[in-house]
């Protein structure tokens, strides 16, 4: 039994608090990231270990009450009884050499009692920065995501003001030509009527002419 209890008690291991760098929060999204998933971890790690100190505890627990139950079953006789003395006397040993153990390994029970508030308290804290990462990184896809669409309204807006430019240059220009047009018609109407009025004139004049004769 001595055995078994030294082999459980070689069993544990426990992973120093602050294994992870306590940082604070920075702008970029990439590294709020990367520090989220490093307090996750610490976290991991801190459940895990007040898991396992637990469970050692109540192993160690488990062996003591055992042992003690084993004792308060003995008889009690008046009569002085070697082989119940010696039984005794071999579960109080084994029940010391149990609470030996459990101090080497875990400390007293001030020691466990403080060192799991302390993983508690930074699980807290731990918890309360999580929140607020994601709340931050959050934060910033939504502003992402609205910059990308103002980007995209603007440059759709851009479009359409281009598009309305060039249909007002294509009518000014169309307008421009018509009216280069209607000038140069009028421009030759005019001239054929001239050279019409011309024409019919000559001889009405040189009829009145040969009249006069």
């Given amino acids: 039994r001595e055995g078994s209890?030294?082999?459980?008690?070689?069993e544990c291991s426990p992973v120093p608090m602050g294994s992870f760098p306590r940082r604070g929060f920075v702008n970029g999204s990439r590294?709020?990231?990367g520090y989220l998933e490093e307090l996750e971890k610490e976290r991991?790690?801190?459940?895990?270990?007040?898991d396992k100190e637990?469970?050692?505890?109540?192993?160690y627990y488990a062996q003591l009450q055992n042992l003690t139950k084993r004792i308060d079953s003995l008889p009690l006789t008046e009569n002085f009884s070697l082989q119940t003395d010696m039984t005794r006397r071999q579960l109080e040993y084994e029940a010391r050499q149990i609470r030996v153990a459990m101090e080497e390994q875990l400390g007293t029970c001030q020691d466990m009692e403080k060192r799991a508030q302390r993983r508690v308290t930074r699980i807290q804290q731990i918890e309360k920065d999580i929140l607020r990462i994601r709340q931050l990184l959050q934060s910033q896809a939504t502003e992402a995501?609205?910059?990308?669409?103002?980007?995209?309204?603007?440059g759709s807006h851009e479009a359409e003001r281009q598009n309305e430019g060039q249909g007002v240059a294509?009518?000014?220009?169309?307008?421009?030509?018509?009216?280069?047009?209607?000038?140069?018609?009028m421009d030759h109407e005019t001239a054929s009527v001239l050279s019409s009025s011309s024409t019919h004139s000559a001889p009405r004049r040189l009829t009145s002419h040969l009249g006069t004769k």
């Fill in 44 to 50: 991991s790690l801190l459940l895990a270990d007040l």
């Fill in 145 to 154: 995501e609205r910059s990308s669409q103002n980007k995209h309204e603007a």
């Fill in 31 to 33: 590294e709020n990231t």
């Fill in 5 to 10: 209890v030294s082999s459980r008690s070689g």
């Fill in 170 to 185: 294509e009518i000014n220009m169309a307008t421009s030509g018509s009216g280069q047009g209607s000038t140069t018609r």
């Fill in 54 to 59: 637990e469970k050692e505890k109540d192993w």
